[in-house]
């Protein structure tokens, strides 16, 4: 519980960051551990309130409320509190798989669903839950957990994303063979090829995936499952096999001057930036380099903070990212209410740099863009925009139109499109007979089972563009599902 009077003597401290202005020099996290005396008063503020939301895990009106894995808040909170950490480790690893990723980039719905939160700041869930894990790794608490038997069980996992990890990792500690495929050069998913390094650094993103390989788990890479291996092949060798292939396919921008040169989608850019960055410090030249270029980003969501914080790392000339929408308001609406995520505006760390650096926050809102125009080489020379007002009718339903006189012109040498995924690639579902509906591969959200016996999906590639946290809460579930499947066939203990 903390103590019993915390809340009521101590503010709470935000996530640590470094200066906007120094961490855009490199491309090292900008987000830091508080010390271990801090996070004691952090954990000092929970309070006992009786019947905690935090770790509910729910979703209202589509946004989590509460911890979608259930993570044992209040009692990790305490053992903090009290200098406990590897017990606090312990409780820790009860539900979560990887803390190290959701401790630095989950949005943490368990705060806007805190009690503390109804009249105070929440308690600093996410800067604690970072720093158990980080503790233990660095203790030397977090070795190979190696099972003492094997079954005579296989079972396949395609996508090396956070879904697929969590698969692999539960049912390799239950003793089966677990191989994960993964058509990248590297594993992670998203985590390696999606998430900037300074949101987290791809060293985190290894450190895990050697030690799952330590513990039994098979990673094979530069194999994309429906090319270079057949799902007919792939399934006479396996006994259960589970589709955690994600949801990045992605929206396409269709307007005039779309196909110009400089026009990129955001995830081509993300991928290329990272990559090149890891294999060889950006010696190779293979990613886009916008230094000294204007740069404008479509799409007013986190993939689009994204281009920015990359952007302004490589020294662009400006940065603006447009959104179709109005900005969030500051204070948490009626519509809103606790425990729901409150959804309110936020300067997240890709605005506060360019803030700092160009003294504005570079997000334009109610923009439309109606033209891009290229130069006679063919190459993105200007973006030709248009504002609107969001309208709400009598019935609630939302819609947009142009304010005549506000269009404009802006200058552009690279466009990054971040327009949202539509979800699922389907010819690999095809291939398994698997059937897909809005994009999505369609399994049970309770047992994960797809319309092929043996065959489950589970994460993004199942539930649409989501988050880390819930991938992992997917991941965990199908495994549960895909161990009792393999228990009805009879699994021979080694
Ligand atoms: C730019 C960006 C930033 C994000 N930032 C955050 C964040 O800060 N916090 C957060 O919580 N979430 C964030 N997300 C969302 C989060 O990354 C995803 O929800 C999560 O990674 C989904 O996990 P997954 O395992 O379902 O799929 P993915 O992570 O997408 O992994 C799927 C994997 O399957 C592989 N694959 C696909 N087809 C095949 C095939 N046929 N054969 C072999 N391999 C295949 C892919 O190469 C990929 O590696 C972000 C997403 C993006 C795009
Ligand atoms: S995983 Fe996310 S929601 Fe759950 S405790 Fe950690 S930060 Fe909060």
Redesign the pocket.
Known sequence: MGKPTGFMEYAKQKVKEKAPLERVKNWGEYTERLTDKDLQTQGARCMDCGTPFCHMGIEIRGAAAGCPINNYIPEWNDLVYHGKWEEALERLRMTNNFPEFTGR???APCEGSCTLGINEPSVAIKSIERSIIDKGFEMGWVTPRIPEKRTNKRVAI???????LAAADELNQLGHNVTV????DRAG???MY??PNM?LEKSIVERRIQLLQEEGIQFVLN????KDVTADALRKQYDAVIL?????KARELHMDGAESAGVVPA?TY?HDVTKSYLDSNFEDQKAIDVKGKNVIVIGGG??GA?CVATALRQKCKTVHQFGKHPALPTTRQQEQPWPADPNVYKLDYAYAEADAKFGGDPREYCIQTKKIVADDAGNVKQLHTIQMNKIVNDEGYAYFEEVPGTEKVWPVDYVFIAIGFQGA?SP?AQQFGVKMANNRIQASRFDYTTNVPGVYAA???RRG???????IKEGREVAVEVANFLSKEHAIVQ
């Open positions: 980039v989950c949005p395609i996508g090396s994303g956070p879904a697929g495929y993964e058509r990248a998913g998203l985590l999606g998430i949101k194999t994309e499952i429906g955690c292939i994600g949801a990045t995830m993300l986190d993939t994204d690639e690999l994460g993004d590639a563009p989501s988050l880390i946290v819930w991938a």
